[in-house]
Every structure is written in C-alpha cells, then in structure tokens.
C-alpha cells in the first residue's frame, strides 16, 4: 500500500464494534481474552467508571460465558491468575463456578485446576463461602466434597492450624465447619484433625504428636515473658495468634520478628518502630527485605513495598524497601529493540480511588499514582533503558535514571513530574514520538483504555508506523476490567496485556522475542494430572 493508501484509505477505526464510556471508538476483546483481563484485574471492587454491583454483574458474565465454551481454558485462567497474578477473589469465584458444572469435562478440570488455585485455607475459606452462596447454602454433591477433604488430608500442617484456627468469625467457614461438610477420608487416626474438631464424650485429643499444637497451647497459659518467649521460639509460632499475648513487650516483639514471614513483616514494620525493637531486630529485617530468593518466592507485588516505605522513618529501613523493589524485577529479561513506554496518568488511573461522577482532586490523583502504574512504568523503562512519556490530556517526556532506585523514581511522578489535569489522550503521547523522530522497536502503554480527547489511539499508531516504524510492537498493559480495547484484536503486532503484576514484563520481554497473545500462552499451560473425579 501507499502512503496516502496508508493515510486516506480505510480508516483504522472503522473495523470498531462498540464504543468506550466517553463515546470514542473501540473493539470487545475476544472471549478469552476478556476473561484473562477480568481475572487479573477486577477485585470486584468499585472501579472509577463502574460501581460494584455493575462489575460483579460483569465478572458473571464473562466467567459464565467462558466456562461454557472451554472448561479446560477457563480453569487454566484461574490458575494463571492466581498464581502469577497473585489474585484471590476471581479464581475463587470462578472456582465455585466450576464446581458447579456437571459436564465431564468441567468436573476433571475441577479437580486439576482446585489445589492449585487453593493455595491456603483463606483461599479455601474465600472458595466455601463463595460456592455456598452460588449454591444456596450447599456446598455440592460428593465429588465436590471428596477434592475439598483430599486437599485438606494432604495440605493442613499444624503451623496452618494454628494460624487460621477454629474460632468462628462472621459470615465465614472455620476449617472446623469444612471439615463437618467434607469428611476427609484419611484412612488412619489424625491427631491434627481432632484437634481441629475439638474434645468431646466421644473424642479424646492427643497432641503429644504435635510439636507446635504443643506450644501454642503452652503459650496460652504462660504467666511470663520467659515462658512465652519459649513457646513462641521453640514453635515457630504465626504471628497471628502472638500478638494478642505480646502487648507492650519488647522481649516478646524481639522473639516474634524471626517467625514473620515478609508480607507480615511489611504490614508490621511501623508497629516495630513504634514499640521501639525495630533497631534490635535490623539484622534479620535486612536479611529479608534484602533476600532476592525470599523476595522473588513471596509472590509480593513491588508497589506493596512503596505502601510500606510511607509507614515507616527509619532511613535503613526506607532503603532497604528501595532494595526489595528492585529485587522484584532483578530476573525479568531485558526487552529486545529499542523501547518507548508511555504511561497514562489521567485521573481515572487512580488505584482505589473508586467510582465517582467527578474528578478527583490532582492531588488525590498525584497520590494514588505513587503505586503500581509509576513503578511498572519506570521498571520497564529501566530495563529497556528509555525515558517515559507521561500522558492525560497532553503528554511530556520524563527521564529515567540508571542510576536511581525504582522507588525514588516512583516517587518523583508525584509532586515533581506529574500533575493530573483531567482529560485522558494517548494519541498525544504518540505524537512525542513522531515530533521528536524517534523510531522504537517497542512501545508499552500502560492505561485503563478510556481515551476521551484527541485522535483514537489506532489512527495515531497508524500515522506513527507509516511515518516511522511500521513493525513496532505494541504492549497495551490495560489495568480496567471493561472488557473493550484501544486496538482492534486482529492487529498481530498488537498484545493486550492485563494486570499490575511484575510478570507482565516477563512477558513483555518473551512476546517481543515472538510470543503470541496471552491467552495462547494460558492456553499452552499444563495442569496437574489427576484422577478423574
């Protein structure tokens, strides 16, 4: 084709088929990939366009939709989703719907897909109270009830015992509860499950097999900071069922900090600078939040490591969350091709922000932005050792360093670089490029996808390609649950990326080296083998 063929010929939007919720053209993504984007993206949550009733009405849908045309897919999502993800309440829910399904093919990917969605009993809790309330109540029929008790058999420990108990807690199943519905079959006496159970008349507890159970009851009755320092030590206690019998002790504090695992230690930083012990306890926080094999097994997104850094003042501390952000991304490959990252920061990319009928304020907006948009921009942009254009209604050039942490340079996107003003135009961001004659291999474009000013996003890539590089890759990572695209689907150098989580630069990275779609690559996963149910 011609330039002017390129130019005036068929226009790059007229293959649209509906429109976003400011009225500008754009595609419905096909039906796999508009399940991935639920999954990794919707907390059933409200979001800043649609309430929460209205998005769990959409999360139905689209679960009900995918789960009738491929089981085997839709239960490969959820484990994609839980797993590399890191979320809880869609694979929950979508797990719930697929117990429900009788078809044969429905019931083995139930079986294959439940324990590696179910990854602890809060997930299990999440799953029961989900599938009871799909159920009206019930919680299925025996093969239902046979996953559930097998799961049960072969994953509690005692240390999960302990750390999600018995005690019951409104609206929610106890692992007592499920274990009265389900029954494990265990074959043989399970001192861990009478314990759970609890003595009666006709049920005696012997605990003499469980060295924890043995602490954790030896610390609810210790008299002393002595005795219960032993039990916490001796039984390598959850700090879950320790910190209602620390109080205001340092001694204790001390001797819980080596039982925290590092999610725990972040949300419990600012308690150890206030009790005064954050100072005694430096050398085994340093060992965690500085670990790259502890960083890169919790499954923490970086962004949660910012949220902690505001909570706490002790200058070690700070740079050590600096260290663990980078840590998160040290084993992402590096992006072949020359890169250009543009990063919308238009009010409406305000994580929690929730549903409004204004706009919120640009310093709320500047707020929010300190988080999973800044620090993915800027890990991308690190990596592929470029700058990032920043966008809402017009767009600038914002340098990154080499040199500085990824949390500094988080940080700089409020106050120094980015002022929301309302308007969102990713065409303009586009036309930096073309001003400025910049030809990329590779351009990222992270945004919830609601353009509301300027050209569409498609004519402008258009423009951009014949004027400079008609093979650029584009990486769409769409952070809203809508279910729409800037792009039209059939574009093969175009990937429709979902989700805050850092294993979307891995994927970045492969796609640009000839990857296909994300949902190709779901689709190539392999499930546990087993039995049919």
């Not at 059933?44 to 009405?57: A, H, I, P, R, V």
Request: glycine content about 6%; overall charge positive; some cysteine.
């Amino acid at each position: 084709m011609t330039r002017v063929q390129n130019l005036f010929g068929r226009t790059p939007t007229s293959s649209a088929d509906t429109k976003n919720f400011h009225g500008m053209p754009a595609w419905t993504l096909p039906l796999p990939e508009r399940f991935i984007q639920v999954t990794l993206t919707n907390t059933l949550g409200n979001t800043f366009y649609l309430k929460q009733s209205d998005m769990l009405e959409q999360t139905k849908e689209v679960h009900a939709e995918m789960l009738k045309a491929d089981p085997a897919f839709y239960a490969k999502g959820l484990v994609f989703a839980r797993n590399k993800g890191y979320m809880r309440s869609q694979p929950a829910y979508g797990l719930a719907c697929l117990a429900r399904d009788s078809r044969p093919e429905a019931r083995l990917a139930f079986a294959q897909a439940f324990g590696e969605v179910i990854r602890t009993p809060n997930d299990l809790n999440d799953f029961m109270t989900i599938h009871a309330s799909l159920a009206n109540g019930s919680i299925g029929g025996r093969r239902v009830k046979r996953v559930i008790g097998a799961w049960m058999t072969e994953k509690l420990s005692e240390y999960w015992t302990i750390k999600y108990g018995t005690e019951r807690k409104a609206g929610s199943y106890t692992l007592r509860d499920t274990m009265q519905l389900v029954h494990p079959k265990t074959g043989e006496p399970r001192p861990l499950f009478d314990y759970i159970m609890g003595e009666s008349e006709k049920r005696k507890v012997d605990i003499s097999t469980l060295p924890q159970i043995q602490q954790f009851e030896a610390l609810k009755k210790a008299k002393t900071d002595e005795e219960k320092i032993a039990a916490i030590k001796i039984g390598r206690l959850p700090h879950e069922v320790v910190t209602p019998f620390i109080g205001s002790s340092k001694k204790l504090w001390e001797a819980l900090v080596p039982n925290l695992p590092i999610f725990a230690l972040l949300k419990n930083l600012a308690t150890l600078e206030r009790q005064g012990v954050i100072e005694s306890c430096k050398e085994e926080v340093l060992r965690k939040l500085t670990s790259p094999q502890i960083i890169q097994r919790s499954k923490i997104l970086p962004f949660r490591f910012i949220e902690a850094e505001k909570h706490v003042t002790a200058t070690w501390v700070k740079d050590a969350l600096r260290d663990a952000v980078e840590l998160a991304f040290d084993n992402v490959p590096e992006i072949p091709g020359k890169t250009a990252v543009l990063l919308d920061v238009s009010p409406s990319m305000q994580p929690g922000m929730g549903w409004f009928h204004h706009t919120p304020s640009p310093a709320d907006a500047a707020r929010a932005l300190i988080g999973p948009a800044s620090v993915l921009s800027v890990a991308v942009a690190k990596k592929a050792k470029c700058d990032v254009v920043a966008f809402d209604g017009s767009a600038k050039r914002i340098s990154i360093s080499q040199r500085d942490s990824l949390l500094t340079q988080a940080q700089k996107f409020w106050g120094v670089h980015v002022h929301p003003r309302g308007g969102t135009n990713q065409s303009a961001a586009l036309d930096i490029l073309r001003v400025d004659n910049e030809k990329v291999d590779n351009v990222v474009l992270l945004t919830d996808g609601e353009q509301n000013m300027g050209r569409p996003f498609a004519q402008a890539l258009q423009e951009y390609r014949v004027a400079l590089s008609r093979k650029a890759k584009v990486f769409v990572i769409d952070v809203s649950p809508h279910g729409h695209a800037l792009m039209a689907p059939d574009d093969k150098n175009v990937y429709c990326v979902s989700g805050w989580s850092d294993q979307i630069l891995n994927f970045i990275a492969l796609a640009s080296q000839g990857w296909t779609s994300l949902a190709d690559h779901v689709k190539s996963l392999d499930l546990e083998t087993a039995p049919k149910p």
